[in-house]
């Protein structure tokens, strides 16, 4: 009965926009920002191989997972859960899937939204033309003033906090829609062109050969850059291999609920395996391109690969700086970041909201803000992670406060919610259930995602779970 159930928060008018928003929500920083600072960090192509499997075995079939419990749930992700369990007459044990979902966005939001402020920051930077004529140690000095002053990193998390609440206040439809068909598009041929700039001003035969030759002696080998600039210091761990996993979640926003959510919207009629197949080949291409325009870049300029996470903030200025346009080009390009991010922020509250909405009687506007001022203050312990808490004395675990949000969501709630989507959508709903929400008939193609949910994607995740902790 799939058609019969509606959500209250409204409808997606077609598939199109269905597919608008899941792209929206999964590229943004993780795409740009993250994925070519761990690979710099990780040894390269050995480490894109790994996640690239990643994300074609586990990926996949549990972003096809996602949206089909998320539209026969048709709610938040918590009451999804509660539908679901009742229709299968499921232990009630699951309805806790829903909860570590709203967990895990809530704590994503409060440090992305802190990243997605020094995107925000370098707007203004790159229109004040101020990395005209920059080289490695310009950039690398203007970089360290923003992380140097905790003042101005909370400012810019703020103004990207409200930005999001206001957009969630206003509901999932008001006016994003025509901004992700504009703006979208707009990045992919940004990031194309400075594909072009490394092509004719990087090393860029160097850089490809980082990002795609399969390095495997590297693929337990992580790295790290302790000071700005500074040579890295690499030890030999099964880390690089969570690292990927969990990356293939954050990238696809899955395990949390994001796509559960957005799929609730979804209507009815369209094709959940050919919208998994576009997002994740749209998430896919803008990660490829991302790399492809900074690792030539890194190299021509004598930069180290593993600077960590200010590592786009430290290269692609110097294109700005040096190319015909770049002004222009910079700030656009910044824009468009900042936009994919707030995409990306929206879906991440989402699922908070929606049930704060569905559940406590609560209007969107103040679930909004109550779920944007909570990750806000948790936030402030990520600005400072880069200033006044960076020393040992703050660390827990090793870690700042960024690293430890960071390594406790990406590595392992997305990969625990993952597991748990899969093994729902695999052993507890019944055959006839996910065969009619994904529409697929009983051919090959059904048979293959049953098989990899129940399988091999689970599987895989608890072998690099268990090497994680050093089991195996
Ligand atoms: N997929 C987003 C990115 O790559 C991050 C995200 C993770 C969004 C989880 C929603 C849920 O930037
Ligand atoms: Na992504």
Same mark, same amino acid.
């Given at each position: 009965?799939?058609? +019969?159930?509606?959500?209250?928060?409204?409808?997606?008018?077609?598939?199109?926009?269905?597919?608008?928003?899941?792209?929206?929500?999964?590229?943004?920083?993780?795409?740009?920002?993250?994925?070519?600072?761990?690979?710099?960090?990780?040894?390269? /192509?050995?480490?894109?191989?790994?996640?690239?499997?990643?994300?074609?075995?586990?990926?996949?079939?549990?972003?096809?997972?996602?949206?089909?419990?998320?539209?026969?749930?048709?709610?938040?992700?918590?009451?999804?859960?509660?539908?679901?369990?009742?229709?299968?007459?499921?232990?009630?044990?699951?309805?806790?899937?829903?909860?570590?979902?709203?967990?895990?966005?809530? !704590?994503?939001?409060?440090?992305?939204?802190?990243?997605?402020?020094?995107? !925000?920051?370098?707007?203004?930077?790159?229109?004040?033309?101020?990395?005209?004529?920059?080289?490695?140690?310009?950039?690398?000095?203007?970089?360290?003033?923003?992380?140097?002053?905790?003042?101005?990193?909370?400012?810019?998390?703020?103004?990207?906090?409200?930005?999001?609440?206001?957009?969630?206040?206003?509901?999932?439809?008001?006016?994003?829609?025509?901004?992700?068909?504009? @703006?979208?598009?707009?990045?992919?041929? @940004?990031?194309?062109? $400075?594909?072009?700039?490394?092509?004719?001003?990087?090393?860029?035969?160097?850089?490809?050969?980082?990002?795609?030759?399969?390095?495997?002696?590297?693929?337990?080998?992580?790295?790290?850059?302790?000071?700005?600039?500074?040579?890295?210091?690499?030890?030999?761990?099964?880390?690089? $291999?969570?690292?990927?996993?969990?990356?293939?979640?954050? +990238?696809?926003?899955?395990?949390?609920?994001?796509?559960?959510?957005?799929?609730?919207?979804?209507?009815?009629?369209?094709?959940?395996?050919?919208?998994?197949?576009? *997002?994740?080949?749209?998430?896919?291409?803008?990660?490829? !391109?991302?790399?492809?325009?900074?690792?030539?870049?890194?190299?021509?300029?004598?930069?180290?690969?593993?600077?960590?996470? /200010?590592?786009?903030?430290?290269?692609?200025?110097?294109?700005?700086?040096?190319?015909?346009?770049?002004?222009?080009?910079?700030?656009?390009?910044?824009?468009? $970041?900042?936009?994919?991010?707030?995409?990306?922020?929206?879906?991440?509250?989402?699922?908070?909201?929606?049930?704060?909405?569905?559940?406590? /009687?609560?209007?969107?506007?103040?679930?909004?803000?109550?779920? /944007?001022?909570?990750?806000?203050?948790?936030?402030?312990?990520?600005?400072?992670?880069?200033?006044?808490?960076?020393?040992?004395?703050?660390?827990?675990?090793?870690?700042?406060?960024?690293?430890?949000?960071?390594?406790?969501?990406?590595?392992?709630? $997305?990969?625990?919610?993952?597991?748990? *989507?899969?093994?729902?959508?695999?052993?507890?709903?019944?055959?006839?259930?996910?065969?009619?929400?994904?529409?697929?008939?009983?051919?090959?193609?059904?048979?293959?995602?049953?098989?990899?949910?129940?399988?091999?994607?689970?599987?895989?995740?608890?072998?690099?779970?268990?090497?994680?902790?050093?089991?195996?």
């Amino acid at each position: 009965m799939p058609d +019969t159930r509606g959500s209250i928060h409204g409808q997606w008018s077609s598939r199109f926009v269905f597919i608008l928003a899941a792209v929206g929500s999964a590229v943004g920083l993780g795409n740009i920002w993250k994925f070519p600072y761990i690979t710099g960090e990780n040894g390269g /192509g050995a480490f894109v191989l790994v996640y690239l499997v990643c994300i074609a075995l586990i990926g996949v079939p549990i972003m096809m997972a996602e949206i089909l419990i998320g539209r026969r749930g048709r709610q938040s992700p918590i009451n999804t859960m509660r539908v679901l369990v009742a229709d299968e007459q499921a232990n009630p044990a699951w309805r806790w899937l829903g909860w570590l979902g709203v967990v895990t966005g809530f !704590l994503i939001l409060s440090y992305y939204s802190v990243i997605a402020g020094w995107a !925000l920051a370098y707007v203004f930077r790159a229109g004040a033309g101020l990395f005209t004529g920059a080289d490695a140690d310009s950039v690398s000095t203007l970089f360290g003033a923003l992380l140097g002053s905790p003042e101005s990193m909370l400012a810019w998390h703020t103004i990207f906090m409200v930005m999001t609440m206001v957009v969630v206040a206003r509901g999932v439809r008001g006016g994003l829609e025509k901004a992700v068909t504009l @703006l979208m598009p707009a990045l992919f041929v @940004l990031l194309v062109l $400075l594909v072009f700039y490394a092509m004719y001003q990087g090393a860029f035969a160097r850089g490809v050969e980082f990002l795609f030759n399969a390095d495997f002696s590297k693929v337990f080998q992580h790295c790290e850059s302790l000071e700005s600039g500074g040579p890295a210091s690499c030890r030999f761990t099964g880390e690089p $291999l969570l690292i990927a996993l969990g990356h293939a979640f954050f +990238t696809l926003s899955l395990g949390m609920g994001a796509i559960m959510v957005y799929g609730s919207y979804m209507p009815g009629n369209a094709s959940i395996a050919r919208a998994t197949l576009i *997002i994740v080949a749209a998430d896919t291409v803008a990660a490829l !391109l991302a790399g492809l325009a900074i690792f030539p870049i890194v190299f021509a300029n004598g930069l180290e690969p593993a600077a960590g996470p /200010g590592l786009i903030f430290q290269t692609l200025p110097i294109a700005f700086g040096s190319m015909p346009g770049g002004r222009l080009f910079g700030t656009l390009f910044f824009v468009l $970041l900042t936009f994919a991010a707030w995409t990306s922020a929206i879906s991440l509250i989402e699922p908070a909201v929606a049930w704060l909405v569905e559940n406590r /009687g609560i209007a969107r506007v103040p679930a909004a803000i109550a779920v /944007g001022v909570l990750a806000w203050v948790l936030g402030i312990g990520s600005v400072l992670s880069f200033n006044l808490w960076s020393g040992e004395s703050f660390q827990l675990f090793g870690k700042t406060w960024f690293d430890l949000m960071d390594y406790l969501t990406a590595n392992i709630l $997305l990969p625990l919610g993952g597991l748990f *989507i899969a093994l729902f959508a695999g052993w507890v709903m019944s055959r006839a259930a996910s065969r009619g929400e994904l529409r697929m008939g009983d051919r090959r193609g059904y048979r293959t995602w049953r098989f990899l949910v129940r399988y091999v994607s689970p599987w895989l995740v608890v072998i690099v779970f268990l090497n994680a902790i050093g089991l195996i």
